[in-house]
């Protein structure tokens, strides 16, 4: 069994930064892809970020791309996802996840995160 702890959620100001944590347990981070997704008020989750097992690959949703950056220290067992130039729209809850194929659909992924909230005040 895998756990999944995120932290580093918060209120912000549109074009401030945070920094997401993802704290995994129970198993060999290494094992695993990983990926950030989030799900605003009245919307469907929607894939953010994803990366590879051991980091060498990554992709981003458009809406993202050029301001989200998504890392992992397989060492520490931990996965990040720095967020710059914050937007309103980037408002949700966040969510990591661990997956069984490096994916962006929330299907390939077997472990979930309770997750952390981000506004975004304009």
């Known amino acids: 069994q895998v756990q999944l702890v995120e932290s580093g959620g918060g209120l912000v100001q549109a074009g401030g930064s945070l920094r997401l944590s993802c704290a995994v347990s129970g198993r060999t981070l290494s094992t695993y892809p990983m990926g950030w997704f989030r799900q605003a008020p009245g919307k469907e989750r929607e894939s953010v970020a994803h990366i590879t097992w051991n980091g060498g690959g990554t992709t981003y949703a458009d809406a993202v791309k050029g301001r989200f950056t998504i890392s992992r220290d397989n060492a520490e067992n931990m996965v990040y996802l720095q967020m710059n130039s914050l937007r309103p729209e980037d408002t949700a809850v966040y969510y990591c996840?661990?997956?069984?194929?490096?994916?962006?659909?929330?299907?390939?992924?077997?472990?979930w995160g309770q997750g952390t909230q981000v506004t975004v005040s304009s």
């Open positions: 996840a661990a997956g069984r194929y490096y994916s962006s659909d929330a299907r390939s992924y077997d472990y």
